[in-house]
């Protein structure tokens, strides 16, 4: 069976023709996610993580290599990969109803269906009741989770996470671990998420994939061999997954692997500053 989603060989570059030179983002990097697999890609802050996922999702052509959807190379957006991204994008002048169901109404779904639609995907984020309410009167989680919706009621093969959480605050940011860990369980949904942080990416992840500093390229792919579910633990009276001696242990590898490319980064963003 062929991987839900495959990247071979994708190289990007930007040029800069004020500087007569091209900057390479990606490199030759290659790593394939199966069917119900949550991967993580880790690195520095630059590094090309979000080029990655942005030529994952059709939005940004590679120079070189390709991305393959269930076996099938594919080179433009589609409703087969969803993007959440950190900023939450919704229109302000729309509920949330007319947010979530803003991509089948587009796609012509007729009214009846989608109102069902979208009430199903409310239940799954936990937003019942708020179908009425305007981006401005929600929370930065709440809505966060809109934009869950927003991807889910398009059931996707796969959903695409650019640090979906990097502008909550830390108690909010571990609520919404727990919250996406439970809407993975009940969608089954493969995913790709960009994190700069270690903690988010062993506690949610079946593999992370450690980048390089800029161009980003694998320096190591960490296999996340601890039990489900690991968030909400402690709230139901078992153990904080982060008290389990393996989370410590693959915490500390792949800081590890990281921390050397925090400074290489500062070194390229030397050479390369505009």
Known sequence: MSPVLEARDVTVEFPLPRKGVAITAVWNFSFAVEENEFVSVIGPSGCGKTTLLNVLAGLQNPNAGTVLLNGKATDRPGSDRMVV????????????????????????????????????????????????AYPYELSGGMRQ???????????????????????????????????????????????????????????????????????????????????????????????????NHRYAEIREAVSLLVQPEIQDDRELSNVYEL
């Open 85 to 132: 991204f950190q900023e939450y994008g919704l229109l302000p002048w729309r509920t949330v109803a007319g947010n979530v169901g803003f991509g089948p109404e587009l796609a012509g779904v007729k009214k009846q269906a989608l109102d069902g639609r979208i009430r199903d995907a409310l239940r799954i984020v936990g937003l019942e009741g708020f179908e009425q």
């Open 145 to 243: 989770r809109v934009g869950l919706a927003r991807a889910l009621i398009m059931d996707p093969e796969i959903l695409l996470l650019d640090e979906p959480f990097g502008a909550l605050d830390a108690m909010t940011r571990e609520t919404m671990q727990r919250e996406l860990e439970q809407i993975l369980m009940k969608s089954n949904k493969s995913v790709v998420l960009i994190t700069h942080s270690i903690d988010e990416a062993v506690t949610l992840s079946d593999r992370i994939i450690v980048c390089t500093a800029r161009p980003a390229r694998i320096k190591e792919i960490v296999t996340v061999d601890l039990p489900r579910p690991r968030t909400g633990m402690a709230d139901s009276g078992g153990p904080d997954i982060k008290s």
